[in-house]
């Protein structure tokens, strides 16, 4: 295969579908070997990828290796560095390229400022600490030689396949049923949003490029100063819903947390919703030539995949 996603989640899906859409061969690798609705085409292949020798078997022959796996949100600290050094020693001496999945947590608060890529590292977070040491560990192996590597970067996601975020089935799925959307933090303030099939994009043109290789890329997003309650407003209006809404703050998230374990774990990152979130994506943009998705079209994508999967009672 000459590209293989570890990871089956949206994100691994929506770069296996980008590369679908270009005629390539694709591989997934989870550790079951098994996916609900996997993608026309694709190889679904089992691997502990904590074992850096199948992750040697697994991805032996691959030009392009994808890393979208994580472990639970509340076992970062104690599983994610190990996984990915692992993914990394298996990789290291092979003409593969590792392109990573990122988010924002290891640049800390920023007050308000547009996020760039040569921002300095400043989390104060667990979770943002563990995101900052596993990537610049990544970057070093780079340097040193061992694999070459990217990274895509994305904001808190959005679109089809029932996704977990912020703007996801917590959301979408009580607006259709006529409730408020579950929403976190203060839903009247810029807050970006990266679409789901645009990070996937983003990572294949990663993939593609050698001038991407040793560093980090922030995917393009539509409308970066956009408000958590205007993307509601704009999801209702293609519903045809009326456009209700509630902010969970710190209080609330804090009492969520003693019965859904990622509310407590995500009661550090509420300064992300405290203040606006922005992020720019310029560079990425001005080097690969790549725009988001047009807001209205990502959403009206979006609609038609949450109408079409009811959710599960």
């Known amino acids: 295969m000459n590209h293989v996603i570890l990871g089956t989640g949206a994100i691994g899906r929506a ?25 026309t085409g694709v190889e679904i292949k089992a691997a502990d990828l904590y074992d850096q020798a199948q ?12 890393q979208s796996s994580q472990p639970d949100y509340a076992t970062w600290q104690e599983k994610f560095p190990p996984l990915q ?9 092979s003409d593969a390229k590792l392109v990573l999945v990122e988010n924002l947590y290891m640049y800390g608060e920023t007050h308000g400022k547009p996020m760039t890529e040569d921002m300095p590292h400043n989390a104060h977070t667990k979770k943002g ?16 030689g061992k694999v070459k590597v990217t990274s895509a970067r ?26 408020p959307a579950q929403l ?34 922030h995917v393009p997003n539509d409308l970066p100063n ?4 205007e993307m509601i407003r704009m999801f209702a209006e293609e519903a045809g819903v009326e456009p209700k809404m509630s902010g969970m703050g710190r209080m609330m998230m804090w009492i969520g947390g003693f019965f859904i374990p990622e509310a407590k774990e995500s009661l550090e990152m509420m300064y992300e919703f405290e203040q606006p979130f922005i992020v720019d994506s310029s560079n990425f943009e001005k080097m690969f030539g790549m725009k988001a998705t047009p807001m209205r079209e990502a959403i009206k994508a979006t609609v038609a995949w949450y109408k079409s999967h009811p959710e599960k009672e």
């Open 154 to 179: 994305g904001a808190d996601f959005f679109g089809e396949w029932g996704l977990p975020s912020s703007m996801g089935e917590r959301a979408f799925y009580p607006l259709l049923k006529n409730k």
């Open 129 to 144: 600490k563990v995101r900052s040491e596993i990537s610049k560990a990544a970057f070093e192996a780079h340097r040193a």
């Open 15 to 39: 770069v296996a579908e980008e590369l679908i859409k270009r005629g390539e061969s694709v591989c997934m690798v989870n550790r079951s070997g098994k996916m609900v609705e996997a993608p």
């Open 226 to 229: 956009m408000t958590q309650s």
């Open 184 to 217: 976190v933090g203060r839903i009247d303030i810029p807050h970006t949003h990266t679409y789901i099939k645009d990070f996937g994009k983003a990572l294949v043109i990663l993939g593609e490029r050698d001038e991407a290789d040793g560093q980090a890329w």
């Open 55 to 66: 992750v040697k078997e697994v991805t032996r022959g691959a030009k392009v290796v994808y």
């Open 85 to 93: 050094k692992s993914i990394i020693d298996g990789l290291t001496g």
